[in-house]
C-alpha cells in the first residue's frame, strides 16, 4: 500500500512549505503546536483589541475582581490538561490576565 504526502494548503507560501517538507517528524509536532498557540494568541488578541475599541463600557460583571478593569474578557488556557478561566485585558501595548477559576468540564 502506498501513500501519497498531504497536499498544502494553497494559501501557505512557498519558503514555509519546502521549510515544513525539510522538517523531521518531532519538529513538525513542534510547529503544530507553536502554530496553534500562536493562533490563539492572535485570535485572543484581535478580541481584546475590539474590545478596548468600543466606547461603551458594559457594567461591571458581579464576580470581576476590584483589581481587574471592566473591559476584561474571560479566556481559556489549557495548562498540563488542565482547562482554566483567565481574566484577560490589555494595557497600552501589553495583554494582563489574572485567573479566575478551573473551568467545569460539564460546561
Do not use: C, F, H
Amino acid at each position: 500500500m502506498s501513500y501519497e504526502p498531504p497536499t498544502p494548503p494553497a494559501n501557505l507560501p512557498t519558503e514555509i512549505i519546502n521549510t515544513l517538507n525539510e522538517s523531521d517528524p518531532e519538529q513538525l509536532r513542534d510547529v503544530a503546536t507553536y502554530a496553534e498557540a500562536l493562533a490563539e494568541y492572535q485570535e485572543r488578541e484581535a478580541r481584546l483589541e475590539e474590545s478596548a475599541d468600543q466606547e461603551e463600557v458594559e457594567e461591571r460583571p458581579d464576580d470581576l475582581p476590584d483589581d481587574v478593569p471592566a473591559k476584561a474578557t474571560i479566556t481559556i488556557k489549557e495548562i498540563n490538561d488542565n482547562r482554566y478561566y483567565y481574566w484577560q485585558w490589555r494595557e497600552g501595548d501589553s495583554v494582563k490576565s489574572k485567573y479566575k477559576g478551573p473551568v467545569n468540564p460539564d460546561e
